[in-house]
């Protein structure tokens, strides 16, 4: 980055290449639409490349992106009045009934009914569990992400990860 920032336009290739697939799943885990996250990977990209004189090196560089990842993706539902919420699918229609299949197909639909106790968790509270859980990011980046302190992240994954267990088990009790 620190290349990019002095005008080696190139570079920027070389991190696109690196950071796309992190960044599709970011967007991915928050809107569910294989398109939009597309084109947010692609529009936090041209913020970096117009935003790349205040990188100022002494962070690392993930962290910053992801904070402008999270401003373009806020930027884009405010501007276009979107909610990130999607109506949740009936999983259950989808999964056979083959006995010798029966375990693959308990792991598949507990995998199911995670995702979509994740997807009816609160923004904010989803947010943070795809930033801490699926992109392994330390508390002190997510801090740096969301502009809180290391303690706040913490409290916030734990809020996150009860309401997450509760809503997993309502959904239990549903299937």
């Known amino acids: 980055m620190e290349n990019v920032r002095q005008g080696d336009l190139g570079k920027l290739g070389l991190l696109f ?13 928050m809107n569910k639409d294989q398109e ?20 100022r090196g002494e962070g690392d560089f993930k962290t910053w992106m992801f904070h402008i990842a999270r401003n373009v993706g806020h930027d884009h539902y405010r501007k276009n009045k ?9 999983w259950e229609n989808k999964l056979s009934h083959s006995e010798d299949r029966s ?17 009816r968790l609160p923004e904010d509270k989803r ?30 994954v734990f809020r996150a990860l009860q ?9 239990e009790k549903l299937m």
Request: charged share 30%.
């Open 163 to 171: 309401e997450l267990k509760s809503v997993y088990q309502q959904l």
């Open 127 to 156: 947010e943070v569990l795809l930033l801490s859980k699926y992109q392994d990011k330390k508390y002190k980046e997510i801090g740096e992400i969301l502009g809180c302190t290391e303690g706040a992240v913490k409290v916030k």
């Open 36 to 55: 939009l996250s597309e084109d947010l990977v692609q529009n936090t990209f041209l913020r970096i490349l117009k935003y790349r004189h205040l990188f």
């Open 82 to 90: 979107i909610r990130l919420k999607e109506p949740v699918e009936n």
């Open 103 to 119: 375990t693959q197909w308990q792991q598949l639909e507990e995998h199911q009914m995670l995702a979509l106790a994740l997807e």
């Open 17 to 29: 290449e690196r950071y796309k697939r992190p960044l599709y799943g970011f967007f991915y885990g």
